[in-house]
């Protein structure tokens, strides 16, 4: 069931290589990924039966969303909590020469940071499916309004928590806002000093998620 803390890291690390070495390619490697994964609407990451090899060794559950999902703890958390969890988990010796499992790096991912993660492992590795987002938004002035809303490809999932970053772009300047996107329909408001040309959802490709529409309010 863990084949994950094998497959899945090797696959991260893998995309980490990519992103230091090979940066021209590093955009294509994550959306070949994302692709992957959202070509099928349900799986988890939990292998949910060991007695397939197929199913232990599937590329698109085990390898990339294994992969994935390691991604989003990054971002989550942030570079230096992820990698410190990551350290802490690798210098445990109360696994060192055993088998890990996950709820042992779980535990290191929460006790580190300080956050709690059940939600997180419930959504995206226990259960299945992804999110697809539909983002609305306005502008008077200086003030923007965002509003998120969620669909899921799978039943399991009534709703995936995530920090959400929305770039907005002007003719000479850009920024990126992250909201904390706790309920479909949810309405955030921020501040963007100039005109907005543009908005991209996810520009670096942070989430596993697709078929997303951003609209501008006077667009409707």
Same mark, same amino acid.
């Given at each position: 069931?863990?084949?994950w803390?094998?497959?899945?890291?090797?696959?991260?690390?893998?995309?980490l290589?990519?992103?230091?070495?090979?940066p021209?390619?590093?955009?294509?490697?994550?959306?070949?990924?994302?692709?992957?994964?959202?070509?099928?609407?349900g799986?988890?990451?939990?292998c949910?039966?060991?007695?397939?090899v197929?199913?232990? !060794?599937?590329?698109?559950?085990? #390898? %990339?969303? $294994?992969?994935?999902?390691?991604?989003?703890?990054?971002?989550?958390? +942030?570079?230096?909590?992820?990698?410190l969890s990551?350290?802490?988990?690798?210098?445990?010796?109360?696994?060192?020469?055993?088998?890990?499992?996950?709820?042992?790096?779980?535990?290191?991912l929460?006790?580190?940071?300080?956050q709690d993660?059940?939600? !997180?492992?419930?959504?995206?590795? #226990? %259960?299945? $499916?992804?999110?697809?987002?539909?983002?609305?938004?306005?502008q008077? +002035?200086?003030?923007?309004?965002?509003?998120?809303n969620?669909?899921?490809?799978?039943?399991?999932?009534s709703?995936f928590?995530?920090?959400?970053?929305?770039?907005?772009?002007?003719?000479?300047?850009?920024?990126?806002?992250?909201?904390?996107?706790?309920?479909?329909?949810?309405?955030?408001?921020?501040?963007?000093?100039?005109?907005?040309k543009?908005?991209?959802?996810?520009?670096?490709l942070?989430?596993?998620s697709?078929?997303?529409s951003?609209?501008?309010?006077?667009?409707?």
């Open positions: 069931q863990d084949i803390l094998n497959e899945g890291f090797a696959t991260f690390f893998e995309g290589t990519e992103q230091r070495f090979f021209a390619t590093w955009e294509n490697w994550k959306q070949s990924k994302i692709n992957s994964i959202t070509s099928q609407a799986g988890s990451v939990l949910d039966d060991t007695t397939s197929s199913r232990i !060794f599937d590329g698109r559950l085990t #390898y %990339n969303k $294994g992969a994935y999902l390691l991604r989003m703890l990054e971002w989550k958390l +942030g570079d230096s909590l992820f990698f990551l350290k802490n988990y690798l210098n445990d010796t109360t696994l060192a020469y055993k088998y890990a499992h996950t709820p042992d790096l779980i535990a290191h929460q006790n580190t940071s300080g993660l059940t939600s !997180f492992f419930n959504e995206w590795y #226990y %259960n299945q $499916g992804y999110p697809s987002y539909q983002i609305v938004w306005s008077h +002035g200086n003030d923007v309004q965002i509003v998120a969620q669909t899921q490809s799978d039943a399991s999932v709703f928590e995530m920090p959400i970053p929305i770039e907005f772009i002007g003719d000479s300047k850009d920024t990126t806002l992250i909201f904390n996107h706790q309920y479909s329909g949810q309405i955030f408001n921020g501040t963007v000093t100039f005109p907005i543009e908005v991209k959802f996810d520009p670096k942070w989430l596993i697709t078929h997303n951003v609209i501008a309010l006077s667009d409707l």
